[in-house]
Nanobody, 115 residues
Framework: QVQLVESGGGLVQAGGSLRLSCAAS????????MGWYRRAPGKMRELVAA???????RYADSVKGRFTISRDNAKNTLYLQMNSLKPEDTAVYSC?????????WGQGTQVTVSS
């Protein structure tokens, strides 16, 4: 049974920070690259950060230098540290495999950045 449970979102002022967590099933986490995706109102879902099973990372240009993705393979948990948040970062954030997401999505976690 696949599990993807995101948490850590909230309302924050511009310039603030949040740390997102994603608890995933071992069956999809242990051997796959994982990513954080986001969907803003009226926009398509985009991949903002990804990390391989061995720790190599890549970021979308819009978040490079502000977001840091990490993973704890022992806990099957993915993290996203978000600093210097901007109003345009407002979205529902979800985790999934990368670059091709699994067909199942968790509920996501809402991040709202006020100006």
């Amino acid at each position: 049974q696949v599990q993807l449970v995101e948490s850590g979102g909230g309302l924050v002022q511009a310039g603030g920070s949040l740390r997102l967590s994603c608890a995933a099933s071992a069956s999809i986490f242990s051997i796959n690259a994982m990513g954080w995706y986001r969907r803003a109102p009226g926009k398509m879902r985009e991949l903002v950060a990804a990390i391989t099973s061995t720790g190599s990372t890549r970021y979308a240009d819009s978040v490079k230098g502000r977001f840091t993705i990490s993973r704890d393979n022992a806990k099957n948990t993915l993290y996203l540290q978000m600093n210097s948040l901007k109003p345009e970062d407002t979205a529902v954030y979800s985790c999934n495999t990368s670059p091709v997401p699994y067909h199942y999505w968790g509920q996501g976690t809402q991040v709202t950045v006020s100006s």
